[in-house]
């Protein structure tokens, strides 16, 4: 098959000819219609990360069409129609609360780039190992070997091209206002980050009903769609007193949330909430956070992944909420092919475009 493979952290994308291996009994051949790019790709843009997964397969957020599954998997067959997310054991204490995201297994089964034993299934035309379990997919190529337990099947009549985002970014974003923060009607929420993640949490907000949805980021064509999107302030990140103007003649914001890992924005998000505010974290990245214990009086903090979804339960709500015109992602979404990559990754970069989703066969 083709694929986009990563060599080095400071190198392009290559497009080369990889050569999968045999399915194991819980696995599942995808074969790629479109997938998503994600700032969590970008993690191999640490010479440390690249140093210890390269080469290899990233993408996922992949969707597309079963070609063949393991001995073992029952729900799904071939010509299913499918979204991949993330990765998990289904054995372990939190997976049987319902709670897949904190998997024991999970950066094993998602972050290592391999297997939970840590093995691959793809070769380079040197014979080289190549990872391709990249949260348990590396879609950013024609077919990708998922597991029955991160796969969503979907309905055939979808847009199949257009989902593979559910998968992570936008499932991270309303996820974490929907299923973590439960915000109720009334309540406010300050996002800092207008990216996908970030445009999520306001269309979730907005379902939610939140009474007060501010949205800071650097660029005004982001801003801009934040307020068509339901924001109904937003505020530039460089602005002078800006907890000021976050908080306005307020006590604080009920709930934050943080899509940067920037320290100093993470603070912001802390600093803004009111008395028994929480502030939520999902940024990946480099930042450190440094805060004062008084100023976590009656304030609380987390870190969250993948939304604390459940995604064969949530992916199918989100669905529902953009085919009644009330999610509606599509408007983050601009396409590429799969050999335009890095002009992909580039557009991402420089905010020129909020979600990237390359398309790679037809339906």
Known sequence: MKAAVLRAHDAPYGIEEVTLGALEASEVLVRIVGVGMCHTDMLLRSPAMAEALAPAILGHEGAGVVEAVGAAVTRARPGDHVLISFDSCGWCTPCLRGEPAYCTQFMARNVSGRRADGTTSATGADGEAIANRWFGQSSFA?????TERNIV???????LELLGPLGCGLQTGAGAVLNEMRLAAGQSIAIFGAGAVGMAAVMAARLAGAGEIVVVDLHPARLELALELGATRVVRGDAEDLRGRI???GAGMDFTFDTTAVTSVMATSIAVLAPRGRAVLVGAGGGELAVAPSLLAGRSVTYVLEGSAVPQLFIPELISYWQRGLF???KL???YSLDDINQAEADSLSGATIKPVMLVSAV
């Open 328 to 330: 509606p992602f599509d």
């Open 247 to 249: 908080v306005g003649d």
């Open 333 to 335: 979404v601009r396409t």
């Open 153 to 159: 099947v979907v309905d055939r009549q979808l847009p």
């Open 142 to 146: 024609e077919y990708s070997v998922a």
